[in-house]
């Protein structure tokens, strides 16, 4: 079982950036491909970014692909999203995820393990 807890949202001004980690529990982080997720009020929650467990391989929405940034250290356990270029559009809650599927994976349901997210405000 993997324990995942996100830190380093906040509030910034569009245009700005942020730097999301997701601290993961358990000695087989390393096996696990890594998704971020957000959620913004009254929408579903929707795919961002995955990595797969070495971290070679790299997957983005549309929406962020340019912008944001996924990378994992597995000898920390942690994956960290790094955001540049906020929107508006970007205010959600991020989640972490965790999934022994591929790293192509942009399902929720594909996804096992969850954080319980944090939130992130763009301003104008």
């Known amino acids: 079982q993997v324990q995942l807890v996100e830190s380093g949202g906040g509030l910034v001004q569009a245009g700005g ?3 999301l980690s997701c ?3 358990g000695r087989t982080f390393s096996a696990y491909t ?6 913004a009020p009254g929408k579903e929650r929707e795919f961002v970014a995955g990595v797969s467990s070495s971290g070679g391989q790299k997957y983005y929405a549309d ?3 340019g912008r944001f940034t996924i990378s994992r250290d597995n000898a920390e356990n ?3 999203l790094q ?3 906020l929107t508006a559009g970007d205010t959600a809650v991020y989640y972490c995820a965790a999934t022994r599927g591929p ?5 929720t349901s594909e996804y096992h393990y969850w954080g ?9």
């Open 78 to 80: 942690t994956v960290y």
């Open 34 to 39: 890594m998704g971020w997720f957000r959620q």
């Open 23 to 25: 601290a993961a529990s």
């Open 17 to 19: 950036s942020l730097r």
């Open 63 to 65: 929406s962020v692909k």
């Open 83 to 85: 955001m540049n270029s």
């Open 116 to 124: 319980q997210g944090t939130q992130v405000n763009v301003s104008i």
């Open 103 to 107: 790293y192509y994976a942009r399902s």
